[in-house]
T-cell receptor
């Protein structure tokens, strides 16, 4: 069984469109994350939710809006896509939001290409 | 806030040779340290982690890492590299603070020559 899954795996879209990426974890974890990995492989956290509540919100454009319907899901909605949004987006989860059990389990990533 | 540096952007080793990937961190308290590996087109997989206790930590796939507080380092080692180890390696530092960022280093790309 896949621990952290993301859909879609690839997403190609035009500038200005609105798109969503879905993430689900079946590990029973309390905390979920979204990361952006740019073309140089640099990983930057975007958001973190603990039990459906936002706990980390880095400086990302407000075109990005995370939604957590329950603690097993954290979806990422992006409005008015721009060329610079092209990247690989990773979802992750961890049992705790800090400490030793902050080990994060990653999904396979969603490669977003904005044309 | 914590930070992580990985001085080597790209390392090439021959198959069977030993490997050491460097990681230096900056954090005011005792850090939680992690090494992850990312194979091409894949997500990240945890190799090992450290918080306290024995400063030499054993991980999966034959990797180990040594925590040196005096040098603020957490270097990853493997005595004999296999071609399948070619990947991107990320060092990361977490904290005990609820909600504090889990910070990744910039990564080191490992190439393995046959």
């Amino acid at each position: 069984d896949t621990a952290v899954s993301q859909t879609p795996k690839y997403l190609v879209t035009q500038m200005g469109n609105d798109k969503s990426i879905k993430c689900e974890q079946n590990l029973g974890h309390d905390t979920m994350y979204w990361y952006k990995q740019d073309s140089k492989k640099f990983l930057k956290i975007m958001f973190s939710y603990n039990n459906k509540e936002l706990i980390i919100n880095e400086t990302v454009p407000n075109r990005f809006s995370p939604k957590s319907p329950d603690k097993a899901h954290l979806n990422l909605h992006i409005n008015s896509l721009e060329l610079g949004d092209s990247a690989v987006y990773f979802c992750a989860s961890s049992q705790e939001a800090g400490g030793y059990d902050n080990e994060q389990f990653f999904g396979p990533g969603t490669r977003l290409t904005v044309l | 806030a914590q930070s992580v540096t990985q001085p080597d952007i790209h390392i090439t080793v021959s198959e069977g040779a030993s490997l050491e990937l460097r990681c230096n961190y900056s954090y005011g308290a005792t850090p939680y340290l992690f090494w992850y590996v990312q194979s091409p087109g894949q997500g990240l997989q945890l190799l090992l982690k450290y918080f306290s206790g024995d400063t030499l930590v054993q991980g999966i796939k034959g990797f180990e890492a040594e925590f040196k507080r005096s040098q603020s380092s957490f270097n990853l080692r493997k005595p004999s590299v296999h071609w399948s180890d070619a990947a991107e390696y990320f060092c990361a530092v977490g904290s005990d603070n609820y909600g504090q960022n889990f910070v990744f280093g910039p990564g080191t790309r490992l190439s393995v020559l046959p």
